[in-house]
Nanobody, 122 residues
Framework: QVQLVESGGGLVQAGGSLRLSCAAS????????MGWFRQAPGKEREFVAG????????YYADSVKGRFTISRDNAKNTVYLQMNNLKPEDTAKYYC???????????????WGQGTQVTVSS
């Protein structure tokens, strides 16, 4: 069993930055691949970024490539999403999730956090 708690969301102006954190707990939390997803009102949940359990491989949605960076610190059981040059269309609730592997498909992820809201004003 893995528990995930996100933090770091908030309100920011377009062009600004935020860093989201996802604290994981559970005996084997560090052996899971981790992903960030987001869901805006009226839209489906979409993949944002993913990282393998070693941190050796990362994967990004085209819409955030070059602006967002995913990383992890297994000593702290924490995954981060650094978001730069934020745009109004990045406004959504952001969720972290854990999976046995790396995938952009939400169905692969076994554990989910409650989410943190990111709002980007124009």
């Amino acid at each position: 069993q893995v528990q995930l708690v996100e933090s770091g969301g908030g309100l920011v102006q377009a062009g600004g930055s935020l860093r989201l954190s996802c604290a994981a707990s559970g005996r084997t939390a560090t052996t899971y691949g981790m992903g960030w997803f987001r869901q805006a009102p009226g839209k489906e949940r979409e993949f944002v970024a993913g990282i393998t359990w070693t941190g050796g491989s990362t994967y990004y949605a085209d819409s955030v490539k070059g602006r967002f960076t995913i990383s992890r610190d297994n000593a702290k059981n924490t995954v981060y999403l650094q978001m730069n040059n934020l745009k109004p269309e990045d406004t959504a609730k952001y969720y972290c999730a854990a999976a046995r592997g790396l995938s952009s498909r939400s169905s692969v992820y076994n554990y989910w956090g409650q989410g943190t809201q990111v709002t980007v004003s124009s």
